[in-house]
C-alpha cells in the first residue's frame, strides 16, 4: 500500500499542469497575504460609530433636580470618555483603549436595563447581565445610579434603546477579553501566525479548493488508459478490490499537503517575525450550533412581533463582521482563535473529499474527460450560487457547498450550524465513497 502511495504522489507531481496549478495557488494565496496586510494597515480595528460609543440623549421624567443634575453629569462623563476612545485608539494606548470601551459599553447596558424588561421575549438583551457586574466590579468602572423605580426617565421596551443591548453587552465582553489576555486589537484583514488559515479560507480556499481539485484530477480515467497503468495494476493479486482505497489515501495525501503544508510554513514564518500570541484571540461564534444544532437565525421578537434592524448596519468585531441584528443572536459567544482554526481545519478535510469524490466519479462516468471536466465545474458553480451564506432556505441544508466557508458557517455568518454541516460533508463522504468503489470496479477496464 505504502509503495503504491508512494508511487502515485511522485506520479502526480512529475506531472506539469501539476506543478502549474500547485503555483498558481502559492501565488494567489501570497498576492492575497499582501493586499489583506496592506488593507488591514488603513482599516479600524474597531469600527463601531462614534455615535453608538456615546450615550443617547434621554429623556427624563418626575426625576428631583438632585438626581437628574447628577446622571446628567454621569452622562457627560461617560461621553467625554468616549470621546478619549478615539484617542487611545490613535495612539494604539490598547489597555487605556480597552478599559474606556468596558466603561462606555456597560453604562449603555446598565442605562437601558434600569427599568426590569418585562418582556419574556427580550430574554437574549440581558444574556450576559451578571458578567457585565463582575467586569464593572473588577476593573471599579462607572455605575447607573441605584433606585432602579426612579430611574424613569430611560425609553419604554420596543425602542432603539433596548435594540442596542446585545451589541454593548458583546463590545463590552470583548473588550475584556483583549485586556485579559494582554491583546492587541485586530482588524478584519490583519495577516499573522494566527490568522493565515482564516483569511486564507474566506478569501481563496472557498473556491479555490474546489477548482484545484476539478483541475487536478478531472482526466484522472483518461491518464489512467493512456499509460496502461489501469491493466497493468490490476494484475496485481488483490489490487482490484483495494485499488480505490489507495488511489483515494494517495491523491487525499496530496491535496492536503498543497492546501496546508504553504499556511503551515505561512503561519511559521510570520509566528517568528510576530509571535504566536493571537490564538487566544476572542471570536464572536455560534457556539451552540458547534456543539448542538442551533440555527443562526437572525431574528428579534419586540412586544411579540418580528422586528428586523436594517442589516446595513454592519461593525467589526477583531476578526469577524457583524450587523446590530446580528449582535441580537442569544447563539453567540466567544470562543478563541486557536479553536475556530482546528474546526476549520477539520471541516475543510471533510469538503476536500467531497470535491475529490465527486470529480473522481464524474471522471469514470463520463468518458470524454473535457465533457466531465464541464460538468464536475457546471455542478460545483451551480450548488454555490444555489447557496448563499445567509439563506434560511431548509433545502440548502443537504447542499454540501452551504459549508464551504468554514470560517463563516462557524461565526454565525452562515444560517446554518456547524455540527450540521460536519454530519453532511460526513454523510456526502461515505456515500461518494461507496459508489466510487463500485463505478471503478465495473468502468476499470472499459
Same mark, same amino acid.
Not at 492546501?259 to 514564518?269: A, D, G, R, T, W
Not at 475543510?348 to 471536466?373: D, E, H, R
Given at each position: 500500500?505504502?509503495?503504491?502511495?508512494?508511487?502515485?504522489?511522485?506520479?502526480?507531481?512529475?506531472?506539469?499542469?501539476?506543478?502549474? $496549478?500547485?503555483?498558481? !495557488?502559492?501565488?494567489?494565496? *501570497?498576492?492575497?497575504? &499582501? #493586499?489583506?496586510?496592506?488593507?488591514?494597515?488603513?482599516?479600524?480595528?474597531?469600527? *463601531?460609530?462614534?455615535?453608538?460609543?456615546?450615550?443617547?440623549?434621554?429623556?427624563?421624567?418626575?426625576?428631583?433636580?438632585?438626581?437628574?443634575?447628577?446622571?446628567?453629569?454621569?452622562?457627560?462623563?461617560?461621553?467625554?470618555? %468616549?470621546?478619549?476612545?478615539?484617542?487611545?485608539?490613535?495612539?494604539?494606548?490598547?489597555?487605556?483603549?480597552?478599559?474606556?470601551?468596558?466603561?462606555?459599553?456597560?453604562?449603555?447596558?446598565?442605562?437601558?436595563?434600569?427599568?426590569?424588561?418585562?418582556?419574556?421575549?427580550?430574554?437574549?438583551?440581558?444574556?450576559?447581565?451578571?458578567?457585565?457586574?463582575?467586569?464593572?466590579?473588577?476593573?471599579?468602572?462607572?455605575? #447607573?445610579?441605584? @433606585?432602579?423605580?426612579?430611574?424613569?426617565?430611560?425609553?419604554?421596551?420596543?425602542?432603539?434603546?433596548?435594540?442596542?443591548?446585545?451589541?454593548?453587552?458583546?463590545?463590552?465582553?470583548?473588550?475584556?477579553?483583549?485586556?485579559?489576555?494582554?491583546?492587541?486589537?485586530?482588524?478584519?484583514?490583519?495577516?499573522?501566525?494566527?490568522?493565515?488559515?482564516?483569511?486564507?479560507?474566506?478569501?481563496?480556499?472557498?473556491?479555490?479548493?474546489?477548482?484545484?481539485?476539478? !483541475?487536478?484530477?478531472?482526466? #484522472?480515467?483518461?491518464?489512467?488508459?493512456?499509460?496502461?497503468?489501469?491493466?497493468?495494476?490490476?494484475?496485481?493479486?488483490?489490487?482490484?478490490?483495494?485499488?480505490?482505497?489507495?488511489?483515494?489515501?494517495?491523491?487525499?495525501?496530496?491535496?492536503?499537503?498543497?492546501?496546508? &503544508?504553504?499556511?503551515?510554513?505561512?503561519?511559521?514564518?510570520?509566528?517568528?517575525?510576530?509571535?504566536?500570541?493571537?490564538?487566544?484571540?476572542?471570536?464572536?461564534? @455560534?457556539?451552540?450550533?458547534?456543539?448542538?444544532?442551533?440555527?443562526?437565525?437572525?431574528?428579534?421578537?419586540?412586544?411579540?412581533?418580528?422586528?428586523?434592524?436594517?442589516?446595513?448596519?454592519?461593525?467589526?468585531?477583531? $476578526?469577524?463582521?457583524?450587523?446590530?441584528?446580528?449582535?441580537?443572536?442569544?447563539?453567540?459567544?466567544?470562543?478563541?482563535?486557536? =479553536? &475556530?482554526? =482546528?474546526?476549520?481545519?477539520?471541516?475543510?478535510?471533510?469538503?476536500?473529499?467531497?470535491?475529490?469524490?465527486?470529480?473522481?466519479?464524474?471522471?469514470?462516468?463520463?468518458?470524454?474527460?473535457?465533457? %466531465?471536466?464541464?460538468?464536475?465545474?457546471?455542478? =460545483?458553480?451551480?450548488?454555490?450560487?444555489?447557496?448563499?451564506? %445567509?439563506?434560511? @432556505?431548509?433545502?440548502?441544508?443537504?447542499?454540501?457547498?452551504?459549508?464551504?466557508?468554514?470560517?463563516?458557517?462557524?461565526?454565525?455568518?452562515?444560517?446554518?450550524?456547524?455540527?450540521?454541516?460536519? =454530519?453532511? !460533508?460526513?454523510?456526502?463522504?461515505?456515500?461518494?465513497?461507496? !459508489?466510487?468503489?463500485?463505478?471503478? @470496479?465495473?468502468?476499470?477496464?472499459?
Amino acid at each position: 500500500m505504502f509503495k503504491f502511495m508512494k508511487f502515485e504522489i511522485k506520479r502526480n507531481l512529475k506531472k506539469s499542469q501539476v506543478k502549474i $496549478l500547485i503555483g498558481l !495557488l502559492l501565488i494567489c494565496e *501570497l498576492v492575497m497575504l &499582501v #493586499v489583506l496586510n496592506n488593507k488591514a494597515q488603513i482599516e479600524d480595528v474597531f469600527s *463601531l460609530s462614534q455615535g453608538s460609543m456615546e450615550v443617547s440623549a434621554l429623556t427624563r421624567f418626575n426625576l428631583p433636580d438632585s438626581k437628574r443634575k447628577y446622571i446628567e453629569k454621569q452622562i457627560e462623563s461617560v461621553n467625554n470618555k %468616549g470621546k478619549f476612545f478615539e484617542y487611545y485608539k490613535e495612539n494604539k494606548q490598547w489597555k487605556k483603549m480597552y478599559i474606556t470601551g468596558m466603561e462606555v459599553y456597560c453604562y449603555n447596558v446598565d442605562m437601558r436595563t434600569s427599568i426590569p424588561i418585562k418582556s419574556q421575549s427580550t430574554f437574549d438583551y440581558t444574556n450576559h447581565e451578571k458578567e457585565l457586574k463582575q467586569i464593572q466590579k473588577k476593573y471599579k468602572l462607572t455605575r #447607573v445610579p441605584p @433606585n432602579p423605580k426612579e430611574c424613569t426617565w430611560f425609553q419604554p421596551v420596543g425602542t432603539a434603546g433596548y435594540e442596542m443591548i446585545p451589541t454593548y453587552q458583546q463590545g463590552a465582553r470583548y473588550f475584556e477579553r483583549l485586556y485579559r489576555n494582554e491583546l492587541s486589537p485586530l482588524c478584519y484583514s490583519s495577516v499573522d501566525s494566527a490568522t493565515v488559515l482564516i483569511q486564507l479560507s474566506r478569501n481563496v480556499l472557498f473556491l479555490g479548493i474546489p477548482i484545484l481539485i476539478v !483541475l487536478l484530477f478531472f482526466n #484522472v480515467r483518461k491518464n489512467y488508459h493512456d499509460d496502461g497503468l489501469d491493466k497493468s495494476l490490476m494484475v496485481i493479486p488483490g489490487l482490484k478490490n483495494k485499488f480505490y482505497i489507495y488511489k483515494f489515501t494517495s491523491d487525499f495525501i496530496l491535496i492536503l499537503g498543497v492546501v496546508f &503544508v504553504p499556511i503551515l510554513i505561512f503561519s511559521i514564518i510570520l509566528g517568528i517575525k510576530s509571535g504566536f500570541q493571537n490564538f487566544k484571540y476572542p471570536i464572536l461564534a @455560534n457556539v451552540d450550533g458547534i456543539t448542538g444544532f442551533s440555527f443562526s437565525r437572525i431574528k428579534d421578537f419586540v412586544n411579540g412581533t418580528q422586528h428586523c434592524i436594517s442589516k446595513n448596519a454592519m461593525y467589526n468585531v477583531g $476578526l469577524t463582521y457583524y450587523s446590530t441584528e446580528m449582535a441580537r443572536n442569544p447563539y453567540l459567544d466567544y470562543t478563541t482563535l486557536g =479553536i &475556530v482554526i =482546528i474546526l476549520t481545519v477539520v471541516m475543510l478535510i471533510l469538503l476536500i473529499g467531497v470535491y475529490y469524490q465527486f470529480t473522481f466519479m464524474v471522471s469514470y462516468l463520463i468518458k470524454n474527460a473535457y465533457i %466531465g471536466l464541464f460538468i464536475s465545474l457546471f455542478v =460545483i458553480v451551480g450548488l454555490y450560487f444555489l447557496s448563499p451564506l %445567509g439563506s434560511l @432556505n431548509m433545502i440548502n441544508i443537504i447542499n454540501p457547498l452551504t459549508y464551504r466557508d468554514p470560517t463563516m458557517i462557524i461565526t454565525g455568518t452562515s444560517s446554518f450550524p456547524y455540527s450540521i454541516g460536519m =454530519i453532511v !460533508l460526513l454523510i456526502y463522504n461515505v456515500l461518494l465513497f461507496v !459508489l466510487n468503489r463500485k463505478v471503478f @470496479n465495473e468502468n476499470y477496464y472499459e
